[in-house]
């Protein structure tokens, strides 16, 4: 089985460097120092207070690499679009395309059924690039949960989770999800096969929405978003509007709005992923983790005025860092 992962940052490093270490057929795709490290002396990861250096197959080009089984996409949401013609070498006719990206998928709609079966998402998948260049038959669903940091070119530091729930558009246990399944597991990573990962995708994306643009509007850390009284309150707002729209979809949440927010205080002073992207002058996620939900409100009927607002806000605060179009 060759597995190739593409955009081998952060998230595609450890997932890389474990397939490595259990001796996977795998391959990175990666650019600048991080791929100049790697080449020359391994990839590097940093796990439980042990240092394991392994050698990887890494390239910047993926015609080098060649069609493979899986090609699991790690990249930040907005950077999909722009590469799907970089990925397409690595397509062969039964190949998988693993959707490891935060958000709203752009398959969202792929096999739901109901009146919205098919609905295409500008938000996420403009002009349709994803849709039409990987075709939604070849996608497996993908909600990844560990934390972990590129801490220097080639170096990954896993600081928590291993999970990675995978499943089909249409909630089946298919071969190709049970094969791949097995074969994170067997490097020591869980990965569930799920009847209905689109629960999980909104739990995730409930905090998601709400938590990142709020830190980088305020440059607060998550323990203090969602503690302080006027922070929460908008937080929650926007979660209560999220979930109008997922329940209108057939979402069922496992908990309730004060215990996901509970849940984000209890991370502690972490800085999210948005605001360390605008402390780094790096462009935010912010059309697949707010957009989406406006987008969503427009298809469903939903009002979303909170959404709107901070939506609003976290587009101007991202152009004029020159970070957004």
């Excluded at 939604?136 to 972990?148: F, I, K, M, S, T």
């Excluded at 799920?194 to 607060?220: C, M, Q, Y």
């Excluded at 987008?295 to 979303?304: D, K, Q, S």
Aim: charged content about 20%; proline content about 7%; overall charge negative.
């Amino acid at each position: 089985m060759k597995i190739c992962i593409f955009g081998a940052g952060a998230i595609g490093g450890y997932m890389g460097a474990k397939l490595a270490q259990a001796g996977a057929d795998v391959s990175l795709v990666a650019r600048g120092p991080h791929l100049a490290a790697m080449r020359e002396g391994g990839l590097t990861l940093i796990e439980g207070g042990e240092t394991v250096t392994v050698p990887v197959t890494v390239s910047e080009d993926p015609t080098e690499l060649g069609p493979q089984d899986y090609v699991i996409i790690t990249l930040k949401a907005h950077s999909v679009p722009s590469v799907v013609e970089s990925v397409l070498p690595l397509l062969g006719p039964e190949t998988t395309v693993v959707s490891g990206v935060n958000g709203l998928p752009w398959w969202y709609f792929h096999k739901i059924g109901g009146p919205l079966e098919g609905t295409r998402l500008a938000s996420v998948d403009p002009g349709n690039t994803q849709w039409d260049g990987f075709g939604p038959d070849r996608v497996l669903g993908c909600v990844v949960y560990p934390a972990a940091e590129v801490i220097e070119p080639g170096v990954i530091k896993h600081i928590q989770g291993n999970r990675f729930s995978l499943a089909e558009p249409d909630g089946s246990k298919s071969e190709r999800a049970l094969r791949l399944s097995k074969t994170l597991s067997g490097a020591g990573l869980k990965a569930p096969v799920r009847p209905n990962l689109r629960d999980e995708i909104w739990v995730k994306l409930w905090g998601n929405l709400s938590f990142n643009p709020i830190s980088a509007l305020t440059h607060a850390t998550l323990d203090v978003v969602c503690t302080d009284p006027g922070t929460r309150e908008v937080a929650r707002n926007m979660m209560l509007e999220a979930q109008a729209i997922a329940e209108k979809l057939g979402v069922k949440f496992p908990i309730d709005v004060d215990r996901r927010i509970q849940g984000g205080a209890d991370v502690g002073a972490h800085r999210t992923s948005m605001l360390q992207d605008l402390d780094a002058a790096r462009p935010m996620e912010i059309d697949a983790l707010v957009g989406s939900l406006q987008e969503l409100g427009e298809v469903t009927g939903t009002p979303t005025p909170t959404i709107d607002t901070v939506l609003a806000l976290v587009k101007l605060r991202a152009r004029v860092a020159g970070l957004y179009g």
